[in-house]
């Protein structure tokens, strides 16, 4: 690995393994699956090396550190693309760190560059795909009390965002669960942070089924919710009176099969209110 | 009544205050609080008709003793009429909160007997929100005209934004339509929450709170739009929020108790015959005098039948509504002025064309622009670059000269910017060079558009070109 980044960029071409279709002149060589601790190790010291290297005279740099709040500028951008689930995404970070190490703070001006701006697209996709994390995440309150939520994106989110939904629910257990990307955040009453796990596919369908224990009174709560969103809809602004689907633009359709809002086997006509606690 | 079925009808009551409102402050979290509000706010929901769903938008109540004529919940309308008890509504926020639904609430309600005693009960809601289920998240609470200072103040206390609907753009308008309000009582609202918050922002300033006196004083002496130059200084943001050409706020909204999100107002577009330029200009007075921060545009649906009101055929004034949503966004983040996009003589905003590009058509010889060169300023006024385009420029072109290839690589809309532009001094090559070219075929690619053509038809109206 170590004589493979030494190598002229022409003669490497990085690909996840699942993706490898060699050229005839080309060699596979694979990086062990295991995530092993001298592997880890030098994947920091090269994050670092490069951030060192591409955040120098940055006007917002606190001494030696970029800040923690630095979204998406030079080098967290690396971690955001990683996350991205586009099969190019590995060959373009390769380019992109070669090229920050060989032009150092000029990257960041370097916005019309194809690299830059590769690396740029994939970055700034996993960020809309944590907005839409954020956004249509959507948690259910279970028998034991605690929050929790099945959410399907197009990048793997969860690590990014799961402390975001800390610090918004600092004071409740909840768990996030990716099928996917096979991710769990969980979350307990009072951490400021989550703990991220990574699952085999039968811990992720064992955990998927815990969706279903709803607590008493959450079907009530879902409900409500439904009946708000049916009542806020206007008329005579809907798709046929535009021309294009404002919803469905903003709110892909991918999302919609996980949204309450959305769920049809709420009816509009629900029992009253049960007794005992709503949950809040 | 049940919840459920309280819920269903106060939220359509309230639903045609089309505004999507988010929320305004940033504010992190606090133990033992729930949540926390982010100032750029976040939309978890749709609505069919696409709009945004940030806060759960309700009425207290829809028992309304006015009688304004356009109104689904006016006094003499035969609705079913419900209430929420406070502490009710207040655990339904926290409950939908903790699902992530909603950002916070957005407290509106109809007079439910004296403007005091309606506003009473929006406080007791919110008392109970904050101080015993104690919510971090965000309010926006609706000021209900003719409320008491005092009651003003505390619900001030209690929420992040306030907002005193100016409802329609004249005060003969409102006195036609809106027999029980006032515009006196609805700016003098205004003027006590924008007092009120200029007397907080003093306070802060001389006790040392806040922005430190030297980033005051280098921030009033500044051009607002040398804010933040370079896009890559700020990461890869998706939204240019933070891009608005409006001077920032003394002091830090983390400081203030009293609507720290300050205030904002809405009109509705089309019950009322004031034009684009009354309108415009009314903007630009209210977002002075009161240090507003948002209008927002309501177009009106027909819903009620009343001789002083359109006919209940007419198409929602959609487009309308958006064209004066872009002139707003021109006025606060492109720095333009209200005179630029319209005038006595020409009072209305072109329903086809978006505003910049209707005003860009207009004076062509302002044009091109050396992408290489330009200020900011200037590239802000070109069809086709945004704030966050215009910063990408800016950055970019320290490294080298750029060309038309690099401006798409920086996701430059060139379809409507490469009429305006030059880059080393060439045009594109694909683009006319006639004015008069220029101007035929920016507008036909505008009027075909399937937005335009549909609204068209709805709206009944033919093309003028």
């Not at chain 1, 959450?218 to 009176?241: C, I, N, P």
């Not at chain 2, 608005?244 to 509705?268: C, E, M, N, Y």
């Amino acid at each position: 690995m170590t004589y493979l980044a030494h190598a002229p960029a022409s003669m490497v071409r990085l690909a996840y393994s699942e993706d490898i279709q060699p050229a005839l002149d080309e060699r596979v060589a694979r990086v062990p699956e295991t995530e092993s601790d001298p592997l880890l190790a030098l994947s920091r010291r090269v994050y670092r090396g490069f951030e060192r290297h591409v955040s120098m005279g940055c006007p917002l740099k606190r001494g030696k550190e970029c800040p923690a709040r630095c979204k998406g500028s030079c080098a967290s951008r690396l971690a955001l693309a990683a996350a991205n689930d586009d099969q190019d995404a590995p060959e373009a970070i390769h380019r992109y760190v070669r090229l920050g190490f060989s032009e150092g703070p000029r990257i960041r001006s370097m916005l019309s560059d194809k690299t830059v701006a590769e690396l740029d697209r994939l970055a700034r996709y996993t960020l809309s795909e944590c907005e839409h994390t954020r956004q249509f995440v959507r948690f259910s309150r279970l028998s034991d009390g605690t929050y929790f939520s099945t959410f399907r994106p197009k990048a793997d989110t969860i690590p990014l965002t799961c402390d975001y939904f800390a610090t918004r629910m600092r004071c409740e257990r909840f768990c996030l669960l990716d099928p996917v990307h096979h991710v769990i955040a969980m979350h307990e009453d009072g951490d400021r942070r989550c703990a991220v796990t990574r699952l085999d596919d039968r811990l992720t369908s064992e955990l998927s089924e815990h969706a279903s224990d709803l607590a008493d009174g959450e079907t009530y709560v879902h409900a409500m919710w439904k009946r708000f969103y049916d009542s806020v809809g206007l008329d005579g602004r809907d798709a046929s009176q535009r021309g294009y689907d404002l919803r469905t633009s903003w709110m892909p359709k991918r999302f919609w099969g996980g949204l309450t809002e959305l769920d049809p086997t709420l009816g509009s006509a629900m029992p009253s209110k049960p007794l005992g606690p709503s949950g809040s | 009544m049940d919840t459920l079925t309280k819920l269903g009808i106060l939220a359509e009551a309230a639903r045609f205050d089309a505004a999507c409102t988010s929320s305004g402050v940033t504010r992190g979290p606090k133990d033992g609080k729930v949540g926390l509000a982010s100032g750029a706010g976040l939309c978890h929901t749709f609505s069919r008709d696409g709009r945004c769903i940030t806060l759960l938008k309700v009425l207290m109540s829809n028992a309304c003793s006015y009688d304004c004529a356009y109104c689904v919940n006016r006094c003499g309308a035969s609705c079913t009429r419900a209430t929420f008890e406070p502490r009710e509504l207040a655990e339904l926020t926290v409950d939908f909160y903790k699902r992530n639904y909603i950002e916070g609430l957005f407290l509106s309600s109809g007079v439910l007997g004296t403007p005091d005693a309606t506003t009473e009960r929006m406080i007791e809601c919110l008392r109970v929100l904050r101080e015993d289920l104690r919510f971090n998240g965000y309010v926006h609470a609706k000021v209900i005209p003719g409320t008491s200072p005092e009651l003003l103040d505390r619900l001030g206390h209690l929420a992040d934004r306030m907002s005193a609907n100016l409802e329609l753009p004249s005060s003969r308008s409102l006195a036609e339509l809106c027999p029980n309000k006032d515009a006196g009582s609805i700016t003098k609202s205004m003027a006590q929450i924008s007092a009120t918050r200029q007397g907080e922002a003093r306070r802060l300033l001389e006790s040392g709170h806040g922005t430190t006196r030297a980033a005051l004083a280098r921030r009033k002496s500044g051009v607002v739009a040398q804010r933040a130059r370079s896009c890559t200084d700020m990461g890869l943001r998706l939204n240019s929020n933070s891009m608005t050409l409006r001077p920032p706020d003394p002091v830090a909204s983390g400081g203030r108790k009293f609507a720290p999100a300050g205030q904002s107002t809405q009109l509705i577009i089309g019950a009322s015959p004031e034009s684009d330029h009354h309108i415009l200009q009314l903007s630009k007075s209210q977002y002075q005098k009161f240090d507003l921060r948002r209008i927002f545009f309501s177009a009106y649906v027909p819903v009620v039948e009343d001789d002083r009101l359109p006919d209940s055929a007419t198409p929602v004034p959609l487009r309308r509504e958006h064209r004066l949503y872009q002139a707003d966004w021109l006025m606060r983040y492109y720095g333009f002025d209200a005179d630029e996009l319209t005038t006595p003589d020409a009072p209305w905003l072109d329903l086809d064309l978006d505003p910049k590009l209707a005003w860009a058509l207009a004076h062509q010889e302002r044009f091109p622009i050396e992408v290489n060169s330009a200020s900011l300023e200037e590239l802000l006024r070109v069809p086709g670059i945004g704030p966050m385009g215009a910063r990408r420029i800016v950055a970019a072109r320290r490294r080298k000269r750029l060309g038309f290839d690099d401006l798409r690589t920086l996701n430059v809309t060139l379809k409507r910017a490469c009429h305006f532009i030059c880059c080393s001094g060439m045009r594109d090559p694909q683009a006319p060079l006639d004015e008069e070219l220029i101007r035929k075929e920016v507008a036909r690619s505008a009027r075909d558009g399937k937005y335009n053509r549909t609204r068209r038809t709805a709206e009944g109206q033919l093309s003028l070109f």
